[in-house]
């Protein structure tokens, strides 16, 4: 019920309500990221870590990657990898871990974002899809 009312007041502050996530557009939006990153069965490290099952996954879960040390603390102190962390990440890296290595500016569309964690979601630690 909450969230039928948040949903409304939503559409009646802003005039829209928020489109579902495009799982196609989320795979354009990750082409972004393919320089640095893999996904899927195949998905080996480059300069960063394979981003497989990461949406739910703890910070520096991925073994053998030498993650910053913004990003181990992360880890030491619980962190996951949830849907808000991730659109805070992916929004500006630099807030979340600001001398981490990853050297990109991030994405400021919400909307893009939210496709882009949509497309992520999609893929179990393994590569799998879900």
Not at 21 to 30: H, L
């Amino acid at each position: 019920m909450r969230l039928i009312l948040a949903s409304a007041l939503l559409i009646a502050v802003t005039g829209t309500a928020l489109a579902d996530p495009d799982v196609t557009k989320g795979e354009t939006s990750f082409k972004k990221c393919m320089a640095c990153h893999a996904i899927g069965p195949d998905a080996k490290v480059k300069v960063g870590p394979p981003l497989n099952g990461i949406v739910g996954a703890k910070w520096a879960h991925f073994e053998g990657y030498a993650y910053s040390a913004d990003i181990k603390d992360g880890a030491a102190a619980g962190k996951v990898w949830d849907e808000a962390n991730l659109d805070n990440y992916l929004t500006n890296p630099k807030v979340l871990a600001p001398k981490g290595k990853m050297a990109f500016a991030g994405i400021k569309n919400e909307d893009e974002r939210r496709d882009l964690i949509a497309f992520l979601a999609q893929f179990n630690a393994d590569g799998s899809k879900k």
